[in-house]
C-alpha cells in the first residue's frame, strides 16, 4: 500500500470484503481486510504527506432506519459483523483526522448497481437467476426489505464531486432517496425482461435474525449543497 501510494497527492479508498452473509462465517478477514485494510491506507497516507484521502462507506453501517430519509447523525447500528467493520474503519478514518490532520473525507453511498457488477449484489443476482431458470424459478433471501438503488455513474459523480471540496473530516451519504422493496425490485426487472417467475425462499440467503436491515433511504442534502452532486438516473432502475 505505501509503495501504491508514493508520488501521489490524492487517495480514494474503495477496497474492502463485501457480501454480508459471508461476515458470520468469517468475522475475522472482515476486520483483517476493512479494519486493518483501512489503517494501512491511512497511515500510508500519513507518512506520504497525502493532501486528500476519501474513504468508501456504506449505508450498512446506519443499521434499520430510526427515522427516513437517513442523514449523516444517525446513529450507526452495527447489526452484521461487515457493518460493524465499516462503520470501526469509518472511526478510524475520523481519528486520524483528529490526531494527525490527515485531510480525510468519508463518502458513504447508498446501493450502487450498474454494468459489470459481480452477482454478491442483488441485481445482477435476479437477472442471472431469472435468465438461468428452466423452470422459471429463483431463489432469494427476505423480500420484505426496502433499499434505495443508485446507478454507477452517480456514484463515479460524487467521488469527482467530492474531491473538489476541501472540507475534511467530513461524512457525506450520497444516494437518491427511491427506495423499493425486494420483491418489487424483483418483479420490476422480471417484467422488463418479460418474464413470468416464481420466488422461493433461500436459507442460504436469509439473514441471521437481528442482522436484518429492514429499510435505508438517504438524505443526501449536504453533499448536494456543498457540490451541486444531484443523481441523473433518480428511480430509474430500468
Known amino acids: 500500500v505505501n509503495k501504491a501510494i508514493k508520488g501521489h497527492d490524492t487517495v480514494i479508498h474503495l477496497a474492502a470484503l463485501i457480501g454480508i452473509p459471508y461476515s458470520y462465517f468469517s468475522p475475522l478477514a472482515y476486520v483483517k481486510t476493512n479494519i486493518e ?90 437477472i442471472n437467476q431469472i435468465l438461468r431458470s428452466k423452470d422459471n424459478l429463483i431463489y432469494l ?29 467530513e461524512t457525506f451519504n450520497v444516494g437518491n432517496s427511491y427506495e423499493i422493496s425486494i420483491r418489487e425490485l424483483v418483479f420490476l426487472i422480471s ?4 418474464k413470468q417467475i416464481k420466488i422461493k425462499k433461500s436459507n442460504l440467503r436469509v439473514r441471521k435474525k437481528g ?11 449536504k453533499i448536494k449543497k456543498l457540490t451541486g452532486w444531484k443523481p441523473n438516473y433518480k428511480g430509474r432502475i430500468g
Open 211 to 221: 442482522s436484518e436491515v429492514d429499510l435505508l433511504k438517504s438524505n443526501s442534502q
Open 37 to 126: 485494510g483501512t489503517y494501512n491506507v491511512l497511515e500510508s497516507s500519513k507518512n506520504n504527506g497525502i493532501r486528500k484521502l476519501v474513504i468508501t462507506s456504506t449505508s450498512e453501517v446506519y443499521g434499520s432506519a430510526d427515522y427516513i430519509p437517513i442523514d449523516e447523525e444517525h446513529v450507526l447500528k452495527p447489526q452484521s459483523p461487515y457493518s460493524a467493520s465499516k462503520i470501526a474503519a469509518d472511526n478510524l478514518a475520523i481519528s486520524y483526522y483528529n490526531s494527525f490532520k490527515l485531510p480525510v473525507i468519508i463518502l458513504r453511498p447508498f446501493n450502487t448497481f450498474g454494468p459489470r457488477q459481480s452477482e454478491r449484489a442483488i441485481i445482477p443476482t435476479i
Open 191 to 194: 417484467k422488463i425482461m418479460n
Open 141 to 169: 433471501g427476505n423480500l420484505h426489505p426496502k433499499r434505495e438503488f443508485n446507478f454507477v455513474e452517480d456514484i463515479c459523480d460524487s467521488f469527482l464531486k467530492i474531491l473538489k471540496i476541501k472540507k475534511f473530516g
